[in-house]
């Protein structure tokens, strides 16, 4: 059996679906009901996630590998990341492979992403066979511009010029099955990248083909963007985030080598993403 927290967003929906077409038994821990999430035989939905370590313990009973993702909120405040480990480690579960971020690696000491790095490190020191997948940012981020898209065809953003290698939800979905089923993976750290770099500009135009419309760009200054995500991000995450998009160090750059080495294939596109999205922006 195989346990996965944040079973209905855009990672987990996906891997709890592709664990039950492996033929696994998949607990499906989530903050809400699951209603709308992946079903099937084999899929047992339970309420909770890794931001309450209690909640996880039915959960892991009988778990022998664990998907351990943060999402929202939880990406700053929370549960102690050596509660939720210790509750995994109590379970009895030997294998942990646990979503962290790129940025882990290419600034350290960025405030930002803390949070995470606290969790590879109650991670690492668990005493469990774990792999840590680190990836950049999310192709689906663009659907922050569904709205607009579908009612002004437009899209707003920052640092339209700023090209960074997206990655598709469903390439780390693929990557944690793979590392959750397989052997080979231990005390491996994947960074998981798109094929190459694209920008907001450049994926604006990816919709409008996608589309068969005219996608109109505009570009907010960062103190606009700024004011944006400061309604639901805390200051340090906002900043940090804005460092990433608007000056990324070459590393953030460079399509990293994860998604091929695990997956036997190039990373997906950004246009792959589009295209089975596109209802988002219609």
């Known amino acids: 059996m ?27 821990v989530s903050r809400g009901d699951g209603t709308g999430g992946p079903a099937g035989n084999g899929v ?12 996880l313990r039915p959960a892991l009973d009988g778990a022998r590998a664990v998907f351990l993702v943060l999402g ?10 050596g509660a939720v480990v210790e509750a995994v480690a109590d379970a009895g579960v030997r294998r942990i492979v646990l979503v962290s971020s790129q940025v882990s690696a290419t600034r350290p000491e960025a405030p930002s992403h803390a949070r995470l790095r606290a969790f590879e490190a109650a991670v690492r020191e668990s005493g469990r066979e774990f792999t840590v997948l680190r990836p950049a940012g999310f192709a689906s981020n663009a659907l922050a511009w569904s709205e607009s898209v579908r009612t002004r065809r437009t899209v707003y953003a920052p640092f339209g010029g700023v090209a960074l290698p997206v990655v598709d939800p469903a390439d780390i979905a693929a990557v944690a099955a793979a590392a959750l089923l397989e052997d ?5 750290t994947y960074e998981l990248t798109g094929p190459e770099p694209i920008s907001p500009r450049g994926q604006a135009e990816v919709l409008a083909a996608a589309l068969g419309e005219e996608v109109a760009f505009v570009e907010l200054s960062r103190e606009e963007a700024h004011a944006g995500m400061a309604r639901f991000m805390p200051e340090q995450v906002v900043a940090g985030t804005l460092d990433v998009l608007g000056a990324p160090l070459p590393a953030e750059r460079r399509p990293g080598p994860g998604v091929e080495a695990v997956l036997h294939r190039p990373a ?10 596109l209802a988002a922006f219609a």
């Open 184 to 188: 080979g993976h231990a005390g491996r």
């Open 72 to 81: 929202g909120e939880l990406n700053f405040r929370g549960e102690r990341p």
């Open 2 to 28: 195989i346990a996965v927290t944040g079973a209905t967003g855009n990672i987990g929906r996906m891997l709890v679906g592709m664990l039950a077409g492996a033929g696994e038994e998949v607990v499906a």
């Open 268 to 277: 997906a596109p950004f246009a792959a993403w589009a295209e089975r999205n």
């Open 44 to 55: 047992r939905w339970v309420r909770g996630g890794v931001g309450d370590a209690g909640s």
